[in-house]
Each structure stands twice: as C-alpha cells, then as structure tokens.
C-alpha cells in the first residue's frame, strides 16, 4: 500500500528566509503524480505545486520549488523568500497514474509558522 | 476564493440528530468528492462523484449518505452520527475524475467543522 510520510510535524522560518519541508512516499509503482497542498487558517486546501513522476526536472512555481529524487523516494518543498502568509498547514500527497483524481495519500501534514 | 462553497461553517449535532452538508462549485467541473480531516489522522477520501454518479465510496459507513443531483451540488447527509465522527469535512471538485487525465488540480471548499455530542 501506498504511504505518505511527512516527517517534521511543525516547522518554523523567519520572514525572507528560506525552508524546506521533507516529504517521502513509498510506492511499488513508477508512474504517479505528487503534490504539495497548503491549508491555511481558512481551512481551504489549496494547490502548490505538483510533480509528475516521469519529469525528472524539478517543478517550479514563483517562490515554491520542490526536489524531486525518485529514486529514494523523496519530494520536498522549498519555499524561498517567505512571506507571513505562508503561515499554514502544508499537506504532501500522491496519486498513482491511472487512479481516480480525488484519490490522493496524504501525508498528516507539517504546520509552517512565519516570524516577522 | 476558488469556487466551491460548503455551508455551514459549523455544526454541532447530537447523535440522534439529522443533518446535511452542502456543497456548492460554479466552476463548471464534473467531479466532486468529500474528504474528512480528523485531528493527527491524515486526509480520508469518502466519495467520489462523476457527472453526478457516484464512482467511489471508500467503505464509508451507511450514516453518511450522499447524493448528488446535479453536477453542481453535493450533499452529505447525516444521521445518527457518533462523536467520532467529529471531523473537518471538506469537499473538493476538478474538472475530470477518471483515469487519464493527469494530475489535475482539486478545488476545495473551506470545510465544516462537524462536532457531534
């Protein structure tokens, strides 16, 4: 079966500092996708970036980056120049090819706190 | 604001009680789904609906029923629910739900706080 393993409960920056949030799956499969979603107070999950596992490069969006290493299983997000509103719960899942959408693994999150 | 609505925000219940959720996305997407959130337990698929059939229902107990009349709304309707069933119940739509279709982005709603007592 596969799992999701978010490994650092909560975490702390500093705002225009730079962090990173560890991620890794465990999956017999090799074609699937993975994505990082962030709830913030609100409560509405929303997307941050996703990865297709047959890229080998590194998806990209603005200030957030993830490293993609498949090989062991890995797909952290990096988040530069954080800002105060980057304050939320931070959620990795997996969804295996061919699955339905909604049929995401996630991780039990990791809480991002942002200090001015 | 990404489109989908839940009302209410929240809901205090007692066992016995009889209640919906309700979800609502103008986004002109064909799937929606409902997800619990439990406190330290990750996010639960419940149901999944497609064009307003439902294609997925993760062995969820028969006190959760849903019902989809369109393939704009969404409805989870409880009874003689168990306080561990307090939860953050959220819904979510995209605009496909099969097999295919890449990695699509979810559109979730803001949830409701369920506490039963």
């Known amino acids: 079966a596969q799992t999701v393993t978010q490994s650092q409960p909560e975490m702390s920056v500093q705002e225009a500092e730079t962090v990173t949030l560890s991620c890794t799956y465990d999956?017999?499969?090799?074609?699937?996708?993975l994505f990082w979603y962030k709830q913030p107070p609100s409560r509405q999950m929303i997307l941050v970036i996703r990865?297709?596992?047959?890229?080998?490069q590194n998806a990209t969006e603005n200030r957030f980056s993830v490293n993609f290493q498949k090989a062991a299983k890995s797909f952290s997000l990096k988040i530069s120049d954080s800002q105060l509103g980057d304050a939320a719960m931070y959620f990795c899942?997996?969804?295996?090819?061919?699955?339905?959408?909604?049929?995401?693994?996630f991780g039990k999150g990791t809480k991002l706190s942002v200090k001015p | 604001e990404t489109g989908v609505t839940q009302t209410p925000r929240h809901l205090v219940m007692g066992m016995t009680n009889k209640k919906s959720l309700k979800c609502e996305q103008h986004?002109?997407?064909?799937?929606m789904y409902w997800y619990k959130q439990s406190a330290k337990k990750p996010l639960e698929l419940m149901f999944v609906?497609?064009?307003?059939?439902?294609?997925e229902n993760n062995s969820v107990p028969s006190r959760f029923s849903p019902e989809c009349p369109n393939s704009s709304h969404l409805f989870l309707h409880l009874h003689t629910l168990q306080p561990e069933d307090s939860a953050l119940y959220l819904c979510?739509?995209?605009?496909?739900?099969?097999?295919?279709?890449?990695?699509?982005?979810?559109?979730f709603g803001s949830g409701t706080q369920l506490s039963v007592l």
């Open positions: 979510a739509s995209s605009l496909h739900s099969g097999q295919g279709s890449g990695g699509e982005k979810l559109f």
């Open positions: 999956t017999s499969e090799s074609d699937y996708y």
């Open positions: 990865q297709e596992a047959y890229k080998q």
């Open positions: 899942a997996y969804r295996l090819e061919g699955g339905s959408q909604g049929n995401l693994i």
């Open positions: 986004l002109g997407h064909n799937a």
């Open positions: 609906y497609n064009f307003k059939e439902q294609t």
